[in-house]
């Protein structure tokens, strides 16, 4: 058989040649590429379990809404919180593929839409679920970083079972998400210094392992540079509601997560009023903590010394032969 090409047919396919070419040639600006890569890394992040780094797409707090999909309410979450949620769940598949396509932008200013259309597999076991549709974000631009701070997912489809979530739920919490436990070693940690602040001594006890060692290197003479055991914990912190005023030990705490989860690098500040002397305790603390089972189980702390005796007046009791350092 042999084709021939009219000037009519031929025309045709210029004319089709050339749009393409002319969509193909269409260039992103820097805002549609980055919101564009944000709406692709939702999806792979989670499927790879990397939530510390999904924690970063999202504003301060975000609008989440799967109403569509699983009913319920429209909820405003910190990333935090919504991070939380997902390592309680996806984790406990065996494998999780969230194939995004057709990703549209909108852009006006610092504010920005996207959309993209999203197809969901879920495995487990012999267990498959899917579930298919688009999503809807709204994104906004802070100090010169695109954030997603609402998101909705509208359901189109679904094959297999739905059961499988409940499995994989179960299963994540047999097996808590390295993200999951550094949010639990940050939180006992913040248990431990807000007790301080709240002169809570029951909070403060129930912070430690019943093994537990609080290491302190650059101790002054005289003072221990070691206390082993809850008990022994107990009795060293026991005077700090009689000593202590106004205490501030979380305002300025920062974390670095380490790459095992029960481990969690600390520094802060510490302005206390200190009652015997009149003066207010400002110290800068470095502490290195490893926390299992929600219980601490060893404080190393670090502290200037120099600071800690002036600020409780030790070099003048040592001076009058007073060896009975506070705490």
Same mark, same amino acid.
């Given at each position: 058989m042999q084709i021939q090409f009219t000037n009519f047919t031929m025309g045709v396919l210029a004319m089709t040649l050339v749009v393409t070419s002319s969509d193909s040639m269409k260039v992103e600006t820097p805002d549609e590429a980055a919101i564009k890569t944000i709406v692709e890394s939702v999806a792979t992040l989670a499927d790879n379990r990397n939530f510390e780094s999904l924690e970063k797409l999202y504003a301060e707090e975000v609008e989440v809404d799967y109403t569509s999909a699983f009913g319920g309410e429209v909820e405003l979450k910190s990333p935090q919180a919504l991070m939380t949620q997902w +390592?309680?769940? !996806?984790?406990?598949?065996?494998?999780?593929?969230?194939? %995004?396509?057709? %990703?549209? @932008? #909108?852009?006006?200013?610092?504010?920005? @839409?996207? @959309? +993209?259309? #999203?197809? +969901?597999?879920?495995? !487990?076991d012999k267990m498959f679920w899917q579930i298919t549709g688009s999503y809807k974000y709204n994104v906004v631009k802070e100090e010169g970083e695109w954030r997603i701070s609402q998101m909705t997912f509208l359901a189109k489809s679904e094959k297999g079972d739905r059961q499988i979530i409940n499995e994989a739920v179960e299963e994540a919490s047999i097996n808590p998400a390295p993200y999951i436990q550094r949010q639990q070693t940050k939180q006992v940690v913040l248990d431990f210094l807000t007790s301080l602040e709240e002169k809570d001594m029951d909070k403060l006890a129930s912070v430690w392992a019943e093994d537990a060692v609080q290491d302190m290197p650059f101790s002054p003479e005289n003072f221990p540079k070691r206390v082993t055991g809850k008990a022994n914990l107990i009795k060293h912190y026991a005077t700090w509601p009689k000593i202590s005023g106004k205490a501030n030990f979380t305002e300025n705490l920062v974390f670095y997560p380490m790459q095992d989860a029960t481990m969690i690098f600390a520094e802060w500040r510490g302005d206390v009023e200190i009652i015997s002397t009149g003066r207010i305790y400002q110290q800068r603390y470095g502490g290195l903590f490893h926390v299992v089972d929600g219980k601490i189980e060893l404080f190393r702390e670090y502290y200037d010394p120099i600071v800690f005796k002036y600020a409780f007046g030790l070099d003048e009791a040592e001076r009058s032969g007073n060896t009975n350092y506070p705490l």
């Open positions: +390592a309680s769940s !996806l984790p406990g598949f065996e494998r999780t593929r969230h194939q %995004i396509s057709n %990703i549209k @932008t #909108v852009v006006n200013g610092d504010r920005a @839409t996207a @959309t +993209a259309d #999203v197809v +969901a597999n879920h495995y !487990l």
